[in-house]
């Protein structure tokens, strides 16, 4: 006899030993987990209705506290070391039982949810949270499935997130007592000890990277995408931080996804059903489709308001400078449904040149394309990572070495089939500094950006002028419009010739001394692609 929709739920809760949780609420609406979470003051709502939350110690990802359990199905697949830390089968086991008793009569909100607009590619996903704004963040980020599917669905993965848990590191195999955990053979993630929602989003983020290719021969991106009235799709990589979500929120174009996507042999698809953009400084001005997001459903992080009001002022950083908002993709006015496009024309590389030595604009040959997707320079931007306060310099491969579970020179060997298969336009774009480094020179506007990228699309620069770095050797436009030419050779911009002379030698050598990892996987042609130093 078929069990009634109840008993797949008790028997799951069972079999998952959470039988004995004190209440378990599934799918819960997203004014209704807006309740629970004003009621147990886990958030406050601002005047546009939008859940204000603090994520308390960990206001940013720690990617060093994420681990995968190392077992017969991942010991010889696995890029392992600092980014993807092992950890032992029974280790896991351990820690799962402890969270298990720990559950015992708490209350929990479980969500059944997807990943992947595209059914072929479908990772279904539940989720059991003890907070009820991380429910309402899955309800936002995940895609969200019809209601006539519940009855039937089984998870392919299954999120645990109880920040209250902390792991003891001498025990558990952990470097701290917060921890993110995949266990690839168990279909499980365990999170715990940190409040920061973005974890559940990149863990699911981390599982894709390592499935799409493998089983599909599908090319996982950590990107932003949209598409033009001509149908012409453009995707942006970048880490967090670099523009990618503001710069695909373009009004002229309907967005497709503001951060993960992948390539298949018709186009690109969105893995997820809506946006995590930074708020720190929004306006209406610079970022209008993302200020009108902002509304009931919507999730704000760090967030406070302005004194004696319910306002949300976007210019505080007290609490951090990683400030973010999270909510459906549907949101977004221009949104494209279902969320995919088509072979990309046009790629950019966003990179926050902390250094302030490279061009607004490049464009690539596809040597360089390869060299720079490898090395993934830029930096990290202040709160987007815990213990960072101000931008970091470092080399991230593929623009997103902490989601990589597979060796970096795998997916860059996917951009390079994509790149032969098609006649695709790269770009290398510095929404960093020009000028001068951070604290000398000024950040590229976002309206010169915005301009650049526009002409990109349209052709612009296609009619331009270039002009070669002397050291990087990638191709400067010597105008575009709406820019001032004197922004688009960074030696034109800075004050001091010696000081930019020195400044770009320095940056070419640590690109240098970064590429000598990867050496032994890159062909000529990639290796021609890097600086040349005098």
Known sequence: MQQSYEQTRASWLAKMALAHVREAHWQLSPAVLVEEAVQKKEGVLSQEGALVCD???????????KFIVQDDETCDTIWWGPVNNPLAPEQFDALY????????????????????????????IRVVNTVAWHNLFCHNLFLRPAQDALPDFLPDFTIINVPEFQAEPAIDGTHHPNFTIINFSKKMILIGGTGYAGEMKKSIFTV????????????PMHCSANIGPQGNTAIF???????????SADPKRQLIGDDEHGWYSQGIFNF????????????????????????????LENMRFVAGTREVDYANATITENTRSAYPIEHIQNAVRPSVGGIPQHIFFLTCDAQGVLPPIAKLSKGQAMYHFIAGYTANVAGTEVGVTAPQVVFSACFGTAFLPLHPTQYAAMLGQKMEAHAVSVWLVNTGWVGGPYGVGERVKLDHTRAMIEAALSGALDRAAYTEHPVFGISMPTTCPRVPSSLLNPSSSWQDAAAHTVQVHALAQAFIDNFKQYEDFANQEVQSGGPKLP
């Open 55 to 65: 994520t308390g110690k960990f206001t940013g990802r720690s990617p060093r506290d």
């Open 97 to 124: 039982r402890r969270i298990a008793q720990f559950l015992k009569d708490k209350k929990v909100y479980i969500r059944d949810a997807y990943a992947s607009a595209l059914p072929a590619y479908r990772l279904s």
């Open 208 to 219: 894709l990277n390592y499935l799409l290719p493998q089983n599909h021969r599908v090319f």
């Open 237 to 247: 990589f970048g880490l967090s931080g670099t523009g990618k979500t503001t710069l």
């Open 272 to 299: 997820e059903g809506g946006c995590y953009a930074k708020t720190i400084d929004l306006s209406p001005e610079k970022e209008p489709q993302i200020f009108q997001a902002i509304k009931f459903g919507t999730i």
